[in-house]
């Protein structure tokens, strides 16, 4: 995809970039709360509306199972019907043993498990900043836009980018990873529409359409204007409008410079923008309700990824350009198993949403709990 091939001293060089602006990110993430306490401010009081919004979800839904729960001071909820129980502390449950947890937080690990079994996933490999001429290669050979994310276990999307185009997008991009993670991950990226398949004990809960965050222009107020004000919305509408704040990182950025603009723009009146391609950061407003919009084959492929995995429960992340045929037909793809599934998206949907989704998690951990007793 790039003509420019550095070989010897230019590697050096470029591997040199690379470590500055993996210290400059560095300490940009260190002293950026220091530098703007309004922002550190608003953060800590989402993250703990967040807290709040998933010990009364799980409360209310214990009450609907006709379960008894104890909160903890530190947020764990414990939910008990008889000699049957589970623990949960915000999206976290005692469903999944350690081993399959740590399991699916391996993305290189994780991937070839998957693709060793048949799974649709992307091509991808892991590697460090020392080994920066692989990402190089990779950038040259592939004929897909490249997705470069840590490879540890960070998860909400922290340290991705995407649309990684360009020698300079690469180094940026492997940069701002190696701050979540010394392991990096790269990976073609798959185009398409992103769905979330909430996958238990071999049943698919629930399916999401999970579309990017946007702003809607004023004619007036710059892009980074309205993100401020959309920040300012989220936190006085609390988790009904979204769970997170939109983070300004490189992937805004590119998503942003793919469309020849800044956060110094100034979007025509009524213009949306797309802010990103990870979808994160997205709204209560951005979840579609899915189900019966994806194809048994692709339903069965999560199902079997969850499976292999090693999970119990699991959000099974997919990406397709047709949700009506099977993933290798479209060429989509399963990107992640996410051993730790959110469930925001599933119970904060366009519209007005009654189904379930936390209900039928419990009763079916319950159900389950007192097969095996």
């Known amino acids: 995809m790039t003509p420019f ?17 993996y210290l400059y990110y560095m300490a940009v993430r260190l002293v950026r709360g220091k530098l703007d306490p309004r922002s550190r401010s608003m ?24 379960a008894l729960c104890r909160t ?54 892991v590697l460090t900043v020392g080994e920066f001429d692989r990402a190089l290669r990779m950038l040259q050979t592939t004929r897909r836009f490249l997705v470069v ?11 991705v980018s995407t649309d990684v185009t360009s020698l300079a997008r690469l180094r940026t991009a492997v940069a701002w990873a190696r701050t979540f993670s010394r392991y990096i991950w790269l ?28 702003v809607v222009g004023d004619g007036v107020s710059t892009i980074r204007r309205l993100l401020h004000r959309e920040k300012k919305a989220r936190l006085k509408a609390a988790t009904h409008h979204a769970q997170v704040p939109i983070r300004f990182d490189v992937d805004l950025r590119n998503t942003l410079a793919n469309q020849s603009l800044s956060l110094r723009s100034r979007p025509a009146e009524g213009e949306v923008i797309g802010l990103k391609r990870v979808i994160n950061d997205n709204s209560a407003r951005d979840n579609v309700p899915a189900n019966g919009r994806l194809c048994p084959a ?27 045929v099977p993933l290798e037909v479209s060429g ?9 599934p959110g469930f925001y998206c599933h119970t904060s949907k366009e519209g007005a949403s009654t189904f379930p989704v936390v209900e039928r998690v419990l009763s079916k951990a319950l159900h389950q709990a007192a097969a095996q007793a």
Do not use: F
């Open 5 to 21: 091939a550095p070989r010897g001293r230019a590697l050096l060089l470029e591997r040199a970039k690379v470590s500055i602006l």
């Open 43 to 66: 953060n800590h009081r989402l993250n703990a509306l967040g807290r709040t919004y998933h010990v009364r979800m799980w409360q209310s839904a214990a009450v609907s199972v006709g």
């Open 72 to 125: 903890e001071p530190d947020g764990v909820v414990e939910i008990e019907n008889g000699n049957r129980s589970i623990r949960v502390h915000d999206n976290v449950t005692s469903l999944n043993e350690p081993a399959a947890v740590k399991r699916a937080s391996d993305k290189a690990g994780m991937q070839a498990l998957l693709a060793k079994s048949g799974v649709p996933v992307p091509l991808g490999i």
């Open 149 to 159: 994310k840590p490879a540890g276990s960070t998860g909400g999307g922290a340290g």
């Open 187 to 214: 990976e073609e990226q798959i185009e398409g529409d992103c769905y979330r398949v909430l996958v238990m004990d071999g049943d698919v809960i629930d399916t999401v359409l999970r579309r990017p965050p946007t």
């Open 298 to 324: 692709i339903l069965d492929a999560a199902c079997r990824a969850a499976a292999i995995v090693g999970t119990r429960i699991a959000g099974v992340d997919v990406i397709c350009t047709d949700p009506t």
């Open 332 to 340: 989509g793809a399963i990107i992640e198993v996410n051993a730790t």
